[in-house]
């Protein structure tokens, strides 16, 4: 896995959005590793079921100077300190202005934060607390600051994404979808595209596989979305399960999260490789599931796509901050989690396929959701338009957690038990997308 740290570490510098330059040039080094690989667009303003492929962003550069005409935050020292898809703005502010747009983490204090404003207008910086508590304590009031943010906006651009298929001797195949969208972070997200690289060449030697197997890179969510809104049809008749491929790369645990009724092959097959491999795997359920397994999994579309990782994300001080870096995620990080999954999808290869297990439906009103996929809830203001790692996410996760289970088999009360949420604050939740038009009752 060698090769492959050489590799990650020529891509962490590249900026990389959910659009953009920097994902076409990292989709470009991938295409040298594996020629086949085919580097697809989908344009910008399209619609995807409940959401819409959003201008392509790109920026040359982005900066903070102070009246001294010295650089207290720049985009070219990392990536990391400018908020995706900020507007262009340059202008002199002054520091009470500067420091509303400044963002930074008050427990981890050397930390620079990755946020993101990808369907809200906005711009801002990220810095770390220290340097934030620099600039409180060394200017005053009335000091005044050059903000510069060199970046574009293009309504005719394009989202781009990889694809390969490694053709099998049936049409039955093995999705394996990693994310290609975070800038200047080793484990999330460099290790899922690093480790999904290295399954392709390895099962691209085989001539006689079983089933076919397609490798997927795709921006996160509405990258995903945008795919299935395309494919969904194929997908459905032909995929048989999978796995998303993220945080892969650090040396600490092993995790596997379920599909959404742990009664998938994907489940299966994965289970498998941990007591082949004999590997101590933390196990979640579906209320865990954060990343793109959740569109793969939603009502309409019921992939059973499962998510291997090393450690979960959320779950390591590192996770979407300046602190993910190739300290973090090491060769025998990566190895371990190619271990992992190479197993996993040989199982899938092999294994014999089945109706999912029955499970009783009750004879009452069941709830079903109006949109195919995971809707857009950040337009109905009932999730965060600005992604921050220390936002209070719990009632939006309420929200999409019921939004899952809203498939046309459950009633409120299987609802609740699944979500772990009281009767009565999962009918304020069905009220609440009722009245938003994404929940019906259904007999």
């Known amino acids: 896995m060698k090769r492959y740290i050489e590799i990650g570490k020529k891509l962490f510098p590249i900026h990389r959005s959910i659009t953009g330059k920097g994902v076409i040039k990292t989709l470009k080094i991938f295409q040298k590793e594996i020629k086949d690989l085919k580097i697809k667009k989908i344009k910008s303003g399209i619609k995807v079921f409940d959401w819409k492929v959003p201008e392509e962003w790109n920026i040359k550069d982005a900066f903070v100077k102070d009246k001294n005409g010295k650089k207290i935050i720049s985009f070219k020292r990392n990536n990391l300190h400018i908020v995706s898809y900020s507007q262009p703005i340059d202008q002199k502010i002054t520091k009470k202005e500067l420091v509303k747009h400044l963002h930074f983490l008050k427990k981890q204090k050397k930390a620079i934060p990755y946020v993101t404003s990808y369907y809200k207008k906005y711009w801002g910086f990220c810095t770390s607390y220290i340097d934030y508590k620099e600039i409180i304590k060394k200017y005053k009031a009335n000091d ?3 903000v510069k943010i060199d970046s574009e906006f293009k309504k005719n651009g394009n989202m781009s994404y990889g694809e390969l298929k490694i053709k099998g001797k049936s049409n039955k195949e093995i999705l394996i979808s990693t994310n290609i969208c975070h800038p200047s972070m080793a484990n999330n997200e460099l290790s899922g595209p690093l480790v999904a690289l290295a399954l392709a060449k390895y099962f691209k030697k085989f001539k006689n596989l079983k089933r076919s197997i397609r490798f997927l890179f795709l921006p996160e969510t509405i990258g995903a979305i945008a795919y299935l809104k395309k494919n969904l049809i194929r997908m459905k008749k032909n995929v048989i399960g999978g796995y998303t491929l993220t945080c892969i790369g650090d040396n600490k645990n092993y995790s596997y999260l379920y599909t959404k009724y742990k009664n998938c092959p994907s489940d299966f097959a994965a289970l498998k490789a941990c007591r082949e491999l004999k590997i101590d795997c933390k196990k979640y359920n579906y209320l ?12 309409f579309v019921e992939l059973g796509i499962g998510s291997i990782m090393r450690t979960k994300y959320h779950s390591f001080p590192e996770y979407h901050t300046s602190l993910d870096n190739f300290n973090l995620v090491t060769a ?8 992992f999954v190479k197993k996993a999808i040989k199982n ?6 089945s109706s999912p297990n029955k ?3 009750r004879k009452t009103k069941l709830i079903i959701g109006r949109t195919i996929c995971e809707p857009n809830l950040g337009k109905r203001n009932l999730y965060p338009l600005l992604s ?3 936002n209070e996410f719990k009632t939006p996760h309420r929200i999409l957690d019921f939004l899952q289970y809203a498939d046309g088999t459950n009633d409120l009360r299987a609802i609740s038990n ?6 009565k604050k999962t009918s304020t939740i069905f009220s609440i997308l009722a009245k938003n038009k994404l929940v019906k009752y259904v007999n």
């Open 418 to 423: 699944y979500i772990n949420c009281s009767l």
């Open 388 to 390: 921050r790692k220390d």
């Open 288 to 299: 865990y599931s954060e990343s793109d397994e959740r569109r793969y999994n939603s009502p």
């Open 144 to 146: 005044k600051f050059h």
């Open 348 to 353: 899938l290869t092999k294994i014999k396929l």
């Open 359 to 361: 499970r009783s439906i």
């Open 332 to 339: 025998k990080g990566l190895q371990g989690g190619y271990n």
